[in-house]
């Protein structure tokens, strides 16, 4: 029965919205028939040929027929003599000003039909055209007074004015397929046309209430509905003064309308009725005040009306007119959707430039070769030549390499292989070839030579292959890399109206005002929370308190990552938190330069790598001085940059390696010893090139780390040996350039004498554990640095949160 019932109201809603979005898709159809068909534009010419302002100046007209000139020019005729009809209810005498300045209007715009720039000159021809049929009948009538030479000035400059409103306005309430978003002048030049329109109104009333006071005050509660007060009162301050330039008796409109759009505004909460409240009130307020009430009743009525208008406005319209508004909530989802696919525009390219990387990765991706079918082609080739230049022009050709081939090419394999490994042949070898071939000399001297380019040959090819497949890695990672961040990209944001209940009741039962939470990810180690709460006076709640409470809500520790405290009191604070890290880091780095000198040779980093990495790092260019400072300081620039776009660590190594092994012929090379600890799970990668051993202190036991890989920089492909070793809390990590292990001279291991000294050493501060290691390596050297020396020192420790958790609710016993 339940099942039933059920479906019987999904079935009922999806019935209803399918009418909502029928009604809607037909409003928006007829809409765009009437905007296409020009009857729209034509209603508009009706009401703003009846529009007067000052009692006779018409700047409405041919302004509105020159911006219909540049947009829809087929409609200028049906809407001149729209124009036309709607003066001539006014009175004659103003249908032929209109018809006048029309025709004068569609004349001068032939001089600038073919220009390319048209619309720069609408203005212009507008102001003259209004000009001529008032010059003219100003001239007939002989009434060349000052007052009426000023108004046709004001008019001509109205009519000027008006054409830039219209160009911006008027193209807005044309049907687009795109929905832009509106700017606040482009509101105000809306709502001067709109007004503009409403002047077309005034005269006609039903049963006493005039009509543009109902449409005015329904304009301005809807659109301070949608907007809010802001805007409601800039509607009535605009529709207010248009109106009352037309009729000095709506002077009043002009508080009336504002005042009413402040209201509706402030009350919009309360939706339609709030609105239509904030309405009333003002019209209550300002009719008491004007003419002692004399004027009320038929304010009411009038507002009564806009109210009843208002309140059948269907919510479709209102939801598609915010769309154009901005700080509305429709705006802010068109401009989510917008940007979410934007998001997934980009995804979609950077996927398919990581599908470009991987093809790239798989086509220098050969497949190797047998190693005993590689080999037995480079031994034919190498006889081949070998034949070439010895048994070509001998007269025993035919008899050695067609009636005994097998016996000739055994021999002459034994004889290459016994040059290769020995230099010369046995006595055995010797005897067969010089009982085989009549230029055995000569045979053996000649492939003794080929030899050298027969090895030059296998080396170049190896090389070529061990580029291809340094090229492929790299190319490999570059794709990983962007697949990831494609991930990222699209990856939305999730809902968790669940979590975010239980910590809105959990901090409101404390006596917290939050104005705004936004979880963006509750993943496990990487939280990520936003925080907009009111406090009276801030003393460190969003870590005493507010994180310890979501610590027991999300079951991890929880930490303030940024805070933006108000300096008033009761103001709104912004705290942004996120998970805290398992395990954390503190270290320490001695070093010396040769000879007590400033510029070391040795150069060395620790750096956030995200994602809860840290990374530590010595360089040690070849040789001293500033060249070599240098060099290893670009080792660890290129490290840094390198690691931190997410490539990963054994990619990035031979990246380095390629790029010193390529960019300078002189003999400078750097050593680089990398540890990557994972600060989650306390787990630590090892990359050591060509530098020394590293030392893990736990307790009273020394573990070594090391490595034998060459510098980088002296050969384009370099093996990276990474090692991976478990730490735990207490732990010391000791690191050091060869400067350290190479000091000591008189000792005869220098390696144990540091584990001794290392095991000695009780201190827990890291940097005083590197001040006495350093101290205790110079003084085994009576006080001389012999080279560059660096060392550093990490302890890992368990992140222990400043405040403990707050249950959120009370355990059950």
């Known amino acids: 029965m339940l099942g039933t019932v059920s479906k019987r109201e999904s079935r009922q809603a999806v019935r209803g919205s399918g009418i909502v979005q029928g009604l809607q898709k037909v409003s928006f159809g007829t809409f765009s028939f009437m905007a296409n068909k020009g009857v729209f534009h034509m209603l508009l010419a009706l009401l703003l040929g009846r529009a007067i302002i000052l009692s006779s100046m018409a700047p409405f007209g041919v302004a509105f027929l020159a911006v219909i000139w540049w947009l829809k020019r087929p409609l200028v005729i049906p809407v001149t003599i729209m124009m036309a009809a709607g003066a001539s209810t006014y009175s004659y005498s103003h249908a032929g000003f209109i018809v006048g300045a029309s025709l004068a209007f569609l004349l001068l715009s032939l001089g600038v039909r073919k220009t390319s720039h048209p619309q720069r000159w609408l203005p212009a021809l507008a102001l003259i055209a209004s000009l001529i049929p008032r010059t003219v009948s100003l001239a007939l009538l002989d009434r060349w007074q000052l007052y009426e030479i000023t108004l046709m000035a004001a008019e001509g400059v109205l009519s000027f004015i008006l054409v830039l409103i219209f160009m911006q306005s008027l193209p807005i309430l044309t049907p687009q397929r795109y929905q832009p978003t509106l700017k606040n002048e482009e509101i105000v030049c809306l709502i001067i046309l709109l007004a503009s329109v409403l002047t077309g109104m005034i005269g006609w009333q039903i049963q006493g209430v005039a009509v543009v006071d109902i449409f005015a005050r329904y304009l301005v509660v809807l659109l301070a509905y949608i907007a809010g007060a802001a805007i409601g009162s800039t509607v009535g301050v605009v529709t207010g003064l248009v109106l009352s330039l037309s009729n000095l008796d709506h002077i009043y409109q002009m508080s009336l309308l504002a005042f009413s759009g402040l209201l509706g505004g402030l009350l919009k909460e309360g939706k339609k009725l709030g609105v239509s409240a904030g309405l009333i009130v003002g019209t209550l307020l300002i009719g008491f005040y004007m003419n002692s009430g004399a004027g009320l009743p038929s304010s009411l009525w009038a507002s009564a009306w806009a109210v009843a208008l208002f309140i059948l406005t269907p919510n479709s319209w209102v939801t598609q007119l915010s769309k154009y508004i901005p700080g509305t909530e429709e705006h802010h989802s068109e401009q989510q959707k917008y940007l979410q696919k934007v998001r997934d525009v980009t995804a979609v390219r950077v996927g398919k430039f990581s599908d470009v ?66 230099g010369e042949p046995s006595r055995l070898l010797r005897k067969n070839v010089d009982q085989h071939c009549v230029k055995s000399q000569k045979l053996i001297d000649t492939m003794n030579h080929e030899l050298s380019f027969y090895h030059a040959n296998k080396q170049l090819k190896r090389q070529v292959m061990e580029s291809r497949k340094f090229v492929a890695e790299q190319l490999q990672g570059v794709s990983e890399v962007m697949n990831n961040f494609a991930k990222e990209i699209v990856k939305e944001r999730e809902q968790h109206e669940h979590k975010e209940q239980i910590i809105y009741h959990a ?221 735990k809390a207490g732990d010391f990590l000791i690191m050091m350039s060869d400067g350290i292990l190479e000091g000591p001279k008189q000792l005869d291991d220098v390696e144990l004498w540091l584990k001794h000294r290392i095991k000695g050493i009780t201190e827990k501060d890291p940097q005083i554990i590197a001040d006495l290691l350093l101290e205790e390596v110079i003084r085994a050297q009576a006080g001389t640095i012999d080279d560059d020396m660096t060392i550093i020192v990490a302890r890992i420790d368990r992140y222990m949160p400043e405040w403990s958790s707050i249950p959120a609710e009370k355990k059950e016993a």
């Open 357 to 422: 990387f991987q093809a790239l990765s798989k086509s220098f991706t050969l497949e190797q070769p047998k190693v005993d079918e590689g080999q037995a082609e480079e031994v034919d080739y190498f006889l081949s030549h070998v034949t070439e230049k010895t048994c070509q022009s001998c007269f025993k050709k035919e008899k050695c390499w067609v009636s005994k081939f097998d016996d000739t090419h055994d021999l002459m394999t034994d004889l290459m292989h016994e040059l290769d490994e020995k």
């Open 507 to 727: 901090l409101e039962r404390m006596g917290m005002i939050i104005q705004k939470l936004e979880i963006y990810s509750l993943d496990e180690g990487n939280m990520d929370l936003e925080l907009i709460v009111e406090i009276e006076n801030y003393r460190g709640e969003g870590s005493k308190i507010i994180a310890p409470v979501l610590s027991d809500i999300l079951g991890e520790t929880i930490v303030v990552t940024m805070e933006e405290i108000s300096p008033y009191p009761n103001g709104r604070c912004y705290l942004s938190f996120g998970s805290a890290k398992h395990y954390s880091i503190e270290s320490g780095v001695a070093h010396a330069a040769k000879g007590g000198g400033f510029i070391s040779g040795d150069s060395y980093t620790m750096m956030e790598l995200g994602r809860g990495k840290y990374a530590l790092a010595i360089s040690d260019g070849m040789g001293n001085g500033e060249r070599a400072h240098e060099e290893s300081m670009e080792t660890l620039r290129l490290l840094k940059q390198i690691l931190q776009s997410g490539i990963q660590e054994s990619v990035a190594i031979q990246s380095i390696n390629s790029i010193l092994s390529l960019r300078t012929n002189d003999e400078i090379f750097s050593t680089l010893d990398l540890a990557v600890i994972d600060l989650h799970k306390a787990t630590s990668k090892f990359i050591k090139v060509g530098s020394t051993p590293s030392f893990i202190k736990r307790g009273g036991q020394i573990l070594t780390v090391e490595s034998g890989n060459l510098p980088m920089g002296i050969i384009p492909e370099v093996d990276v040996d990474m090692t991976s070793e478990q730490l």
